[in-house]
C-alpha cells in the first residue's frame, strides 16, 4: 500500500501562483512513477502531470503546458506541482497518484492509476 497525502491548495487570483505537494509513505517512492489529475465540477478526472521514477521524464497535458512544473523529491519521498499563470479554468480537486507502469502510460491509461490521494482544492477567482 501507498498512502498520498496532497497539500497546497487553496484560493489564488488569476496570474497567480500555487505549488501542490503529495507526500507518500507505505511503499519504496522511487519504485512509483507519479501524477496529477484534476477534477472540476461536472466534469470527469483529468489527467495534468506525470514524473518518470528517476524525474527525468516528464508529461503534461496541453492545458497546462508552459505553466505548471511536476517535480519529486525521492529522498523526501514527495512529488510536487508549481502552477504558475492560473486561470480560472483551472479550479479543480487536484489528486496525486502513484502507479507502477510509466509515466508516457499515465497520460492515457485506461484504468485508474494503482493509488490516490484524497485531493487538494485549487480555486482561480477571475
Known amino acids: 500500500q501507498v498512502q498520498l497525502v496532497e497539500s497546497g491548495g487553496g484560493l489564488v487570483q488569476a496570474g497567480g501562483s500555487l505549488r501542490l505537494s503529495c507526500a507518500a509513505s507505505?511503499?519504496?517512492?522511487?519504485?512509483?512513477?507519479m501524477g496529477w489529475f484534476r477534477q472540476a465540477p461536472g466534469k470527469e478526472r483529468e489527467f495534468v502531470s506525470a514524473?518518470?521514477?528517476?524525474?527525468?521524464?516528464?508529461y503534461y497535458a496541453d492545458s497546462v503546458k508552459g505553466r505548471f512544473t511536476i517535480s519529486r523529491d525521492n529522498a523526501k519521498n514527495t512529488v510536487y506541482l508549481q502552477m504558475n499563470s492560473l486561470k480560472p479554468e483551472d479550479t479543480a480537486v487536484y489528486y496525486c497518484?502513484?502507479?507502477?507502469?510509466?509515466?508516457?502510460?499515465?497520460?492515457?491509461?485506461?484504468?485508474?492509476?494503482?493509488?490516490w490521494g484524497q485531493g487538494t482544492q485549487v480555486t482561480v477567482s477571475s
Open positions: 507505505g511503499r519504496t517512492f522511487s519504485n512509483y512513477v
Open positions: 497518484a502513484a502507479d507502477s507502469s510509466t509515466a508516457q502510460a499515465m497520460r492515457t491509461m485506461p484504468r485508474p492509476p494503482d493509488y
Open positions: 514524473i518518470s521514477r528517476s524525474g527525468l521524464q516528464t
